[in-house]
């Protein structure tokens, strides 16, 4: 295999979702919705492909999608971006994080990483032949830690690959966080990636600042997203950046040999789903909340801490009273002795201590799905 990635082996969304089938288990695991998104945007693929939509796109993405990606940060957010040099349609916000990293990152170069983190960040760093630093939030509150965070910078930092909403915690960093992140970042002149993929999924009136929109960061800002989250269309696998012009480049240069173009008939039932109207954005996070509330309380009655998280649709429970010292094996044997699948959060983590008894179980099912896991999980 590449010599980059000899240590990191499958992923654990492929291992644990093989084995919620092999035993029939409520799949909690790897974070996918079991209902589709917005008809109209289903129904505009469909139209795309009907009407002959189905050859190579243009790598950048379609003109109608890009557009639509500007509107909507402007509608949000009041950034400006042009659609033309500004913004770059990826296959998914996977292929936005690669192809950002391999364009931005030097071999022995250091990112910044909040730990735990989304799986692909560390091996697509390795890839690049980076070096990863992280800082390192804890359970039950997650809390950015000031003194880990500056440790983390050098003057080899290149880039700060930062996530919020982050996934696996759930939390949604404060304005004060993203401002001393910005403020390091500036001081050690590094490009900030922001990965927003949960950016309309958050609960309680909390919001989501892009750090784009910080004073003096637009220029140095890379902000990822994508439908497969806000549009419940995992499987589509069309996601985007916006950025300076710049950078940009860099990214279409390397989208050119590892990709090229995707998805033609998929980015338009994207435009389409990306100008619907504020309110509906707005359904899908309400749907989300209660759903969170639902997971939550189940997991609770089976005497479980949980991290009540503020965004994303994760949850992160501590197993310990079910008997998961170690949570890694315990998640390989939940799914035939409890029936139930969750994904291990020593997934997302380099220090073995930090993760310990921690799982993580996605809340983005049916409220009977979520009933059902909550009675296995409560044993009863
Ligand atoms: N970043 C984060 C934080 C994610 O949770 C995910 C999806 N699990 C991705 C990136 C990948 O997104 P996509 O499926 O659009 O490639
Ligand atoms: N993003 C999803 C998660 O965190 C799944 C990603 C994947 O399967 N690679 O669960």
Redesign the pocket.
């Known amino acids: 295999g590449h010599p980059g990635l000899t240590t990191f082996g499958t992923t654990v ?1 492929t291992e644990m979702t093989a084995l919620a089938q092999q035993h029939d288990a409520v799949n909690l695991g ?3 919705p079991d209902s589709d998104g917005p008809p109209e945007m289903l129904e505009a693929a469909c139209r795309a492909i009907r009407g002959g939509v189905n050859q190579y796109p243009p790598g950048p993405g379609l003109p109608v999608l890009r557009e639509a990606i500007a509107e909507h940060q402007s509608r949000f957010y009041g950034l400006r971006v042009d659609p033309g040099s500004e913004v770059q349609v ?8 690669a192809s950002t990293i391999l364009a931005l990152v030097r071999p022995g170069d250091e990112v910044v990483v909040l730990e735990p ?2 799986d ?2 560390a091996a697509t760093i390795a890839l690049a032949g980076g070096v990863r630093r992280t800082s390192v939030l804890r359970f039950p509150d997650f809390a950015v830690d000031e003194a880990s965070l500056r440790a983390a910078f050098s003057e080899r930092t290149s880039v700060v690959l930062l ?1 919020s ?4 915690t759930g939390r949604v960093l404060s304005r004060a966080d993203l401002e001393l992140v910005a403020e390091l970042a500036r001081e050690h002149d590094a490009w900030l990636v922001c ?1 927003e ?2 950016e309309h999924l958050t609960f309680d009136g909390v919001e989501h600042v892009p750090v784009a929109t910080l004073p003096g960061m637009s220029d140095r800002t890379i902000t ?6 806000t549009f419940s269309a ?1 499987g589509w ?3 985007w950046l916006t950025g300076p012009a710049e950078a940009v480049a860099a990214v279409r240069q390397v989208k050119q040999f590892t990709t090229f173009a995707h998805s033609g008939p998929f980015q338009v039932g994207v435009a389409t789903a990306l100008a619907l109207p504020t309110d509906r954005y707005a359904e899908l996070a309400s749907t989300l909340q209660s759903r969170r509330d639902l997971l939550v309380d189940g997991l609770r009655c089976a005497g479980l801490e949980v991290s009540v998280p503020a965004g ?1 649709y ?1 949850a992160v429970a501590d197993v310990a009273p079910l008997g998961g010292v170690d949570a890694t094996d315990f998640c390989r044997r939940m799914p035939a002795e409890l029936g139930v699948a969750g994904v291990p959060m020593s997934a997302f983590h380099d220090d073995p201590e930090a993760a310990r008894s921690l799982v993580r179980f996605a809340f983005c099912k049916q409220e009977d799905v979520l009933r059902e896991a909550a009675r296995r999980l409560a044993g009863r």
């Open positions: 969304f790897q974070g996918f990826t296959v998914g916000a996977t292929e936005a994080i983190y989304y692909s960040y996530n909403p982050h996934n696996p990965d993929v949960y990822i997203s994508s439908a497969g989250k995992t696998k069309v996601g994303t994760f």
